[in-house]
C-alpha cells in the first residue's frame, strides 16, 4: 500500500478564487488602459482638428478681405484721385494676393479630396470590422456569454484546458470590442474635420462668386445667408431713358437661401426686409434651368437683384403718373397696375416681369366699375376694346400714362358709338 501511495502522481494543485480574480483585475486595467487612451486620443484629435479649422478659415478670411478692399478700392474711383503709378502697385500687390489664394485654394481642395477618399475606406473597413464583430457578439450570446465577470466563475469551477482557451478567446472578444470601439471614435472624428474642410471650402467659392454684389454672413445646415448690396439708380440706368424722377435710395437686403442637399442648387429663396416679391424667380429657375448658362445660385442672386432694380423703377413711374389726373396703384407680386379712370372705372394693366427695361409693351387685361354711377359695359365691348388697346403702337404701350390715356379715348369713342 505504501509503495501504491508512493508510485501515485501527485495531485495538480487546483486553481484558487485569487488567480481567477488576478485574471479580471487585469482585464479591468486593461479595459480602464483601452478606454483612457481613447478618451486622450479623441479629446487630441478634435484639438488638432479645430485648431487647423480655425487657422484654414483665418487664411481664407484674409485673402477674401484683400479682394474686398480691392472692391472698395475700385468702386471709389470715381470720387478719390489715385496716381498712375500707385493704382499699379497696388493692382501688382492685389494679384499677388489673389494669385497666393487660388493656390491656397486649389491645395486645399486636394487635401479635401484625399481625407475623402481616406475616410471612404477607412468606413468601409470599419463596416466590415462591426459585421465580423456583431457576429462574435452573437456567438457569445448564445453561449451564454454576457459579461467577462463570468470569466472568474468559469475558472473556479474549471480549470481544464478547454475553459482556459475558452477564457482567453473572451479576452481577445473584449480586446476587439474596445479597439473597434476607438476606431469608431477617430472615424467619427476624420468625419467631422472633413465636413468642416468642406464647409470651409463652401464659403471659400460662394465668397469668391458673390464678392462683386454681396456679403456672405453665413452658410450652415444647407442655408446661405448673405447681404445684397443696393444698387445705385438713375434715370438712364441700363441705357432707358425714363422721363421721371428716379428714387435712388434702395436699402440693402438680407437673403436666405436653402440649398437642396443632393445637387447643391436652390430651392428656396426669402428675402428681408419683405418689401419685393421673390417668390417667382425658383419658379423661373425652374423653367429656364435648361437656357441658364452661369452657375444656378449666381443666377438666381443676380436675378433678385435685378427685382430690387424693376420694383424700384416701377414704384418711381407709378409715383409720377400719379401727378396726371389719374391715379394708380402697383401690385408687385401679380405684377398689375391699377389706373382709376373718371366716372369710377378701373382699368388693369398687367406689366412683363422686366418692364420697363423691356420693349415689351403693357397689357389691358381687364375693366369694371368701381364708382356709385357703374357704366354699362358687356363682355363684347371689353373684348373689343382691349383687342384695341393691345394693338396700339409699341411706343404708346411702352409708357404707362400715355397707355392709359389712350385706353380711355378707346372706351369713351365706344361707348359713344355703341
Keep these: 500500500m505504501a509503495e501504491a501511495g508512493a508510485l501515485a502522481p501527485a495531485p495538480a494543485p487546483a486553481q484558487g478564487p485569487e488567480e481567477a480574480l488576478l485574471d479580471a483585475a487585469v482585464i479591468r486595467s486593461r479595459v480602464e488602459q483601452l478606454a483612457l487612451k481613447r478618451r486622450r486620443g479623441g479629446e487630441q484629435e478634435e484639438a488638432e482638428a479645430a485648431v487647423a479649422d480655425a487657422e484654414l478659415a483665418l487664411a481664407l478670411d484674409s485673402a477674401y478681405q484683400v479682394a474686398k478692399e480691392g472692391m472698395d478700392v475700385l468702386d471709389d474711383l470715381s470720387t478719390a484721385a489715385i496716381s498712375t503709378d500707385d493704382l499699379d502697385a497696388y493692382l501688382e500687390r492685389l494679384r499677388k494676393e489673389v494669385t497666393l489664394a487660388e493656390e491656397g485654394n486649389r491645395k486645399l481642395s486636394d487635401e479635401i479630396g484625399v481625407t475623402a477618399k ?44 478547454s475553459c482556459r482557451n475558452q477564457r482567453s478567446a473572451d479576452k ?92 447643391m442648387e436652390p430651392k428656396n429663396v426669402k428675402i428681408f426686409p419683405d418689401d419685393v416679391c421673390v417668390d417667382i424667380l425658383i419658379e423661373m429657375l425652374e423653367s429656364s434651368r435648361e437656357v441658364i448658362s452661369s452657375p444656378v445660385l449666381g443666377w438666381l442672386i443676380q436675378q433678385c437683384q435685378c427685382r430690387f432694380i424693376v420694383n424700384a423703377l416701377r414704384r418711381s413711374l407709378v409715383n409720377d403718373a400719379n401727378n396726371s389726373r389719374h391715379s394708380f396703384e402697383y401690385l408687385d407680386k401679380e405684377e398689375v397696375i391699377i389706373a382709376h379712370l373718371d366716372r369710377g372705372v378701373d382699368a388693369s394693366i398687367k406689366i412683363s416681369s422686366d418692364w420697363p427695361l423691356c420693349s415689351y409693351g403693357l397689357k389691358l387685361i381687364s375693366i369694371r366699375n368701381s364708382g356709385t354711377n357703374p357704366i354699362n359695359i358687356d363682355s363684347s365691348l371689353l373684348s373689343k376694346i382691349k383687342e384695341l388697346a393691345n394693338t396700339l403702337d409699341g411706343h404708346i404701350r411702352q409708357y404707362l400714362v400715355k397707355f392709359v390715356d389712350a385706353v380711355e379715348e378707346i372706351l369713351i369713342r365706344e361707348l359713344q358709338s355703341g
Design 172 to 263: 481577445d472578444c473584449i480586446y476587439e470590442v474596445l479597439e473597434l470601439d476607438h476606431q469608431i471614435g477617430k472615424s467619427k472624428m476624420n468625419l467631422k474635420m472633413l465636413q468642416n474642410l468642406q464647409s470651409v471650402d463652401e464659403m471659400w467659392k460662394l465668397k469668391s462668386m458673390l464678392l462683386p454684389i454681396g456679403e456672405v454672413l453665413d452658410y450652415k445646415d444647407h442655408c446661405l445667408r448673405m447681404v445684397l448690396k443696393a444698387p445705385t439708380l438713375t434715370s438712364d440706368i441700363y441705357g432707358q431713358k425714363l422721363n421721371c424722377a428716379i428714387d435712388s435710395f434702395i436699402s440693402d437686403h438680407e437673403l436666405l437661401i436653402e440649398i437642396d442637399e443632393g445637387n
Design 118 to 161: 481616406t475616410i471612404a475606406n477607412d468606413m468601409i473597413q470599419l463596416n466590415v470590422n462591426v459585421e465580423v464583430l456583431e457576429s462574435l457578439l452573437s456567438k457569445l450570446e448564445s453561449k451564454g456569454f454576457d459579461h467577462f465577470e463570468a470569466i472568474p466563475v468559469l475558472g473556479q469551477s474549471d480549470s481544464t484546458d
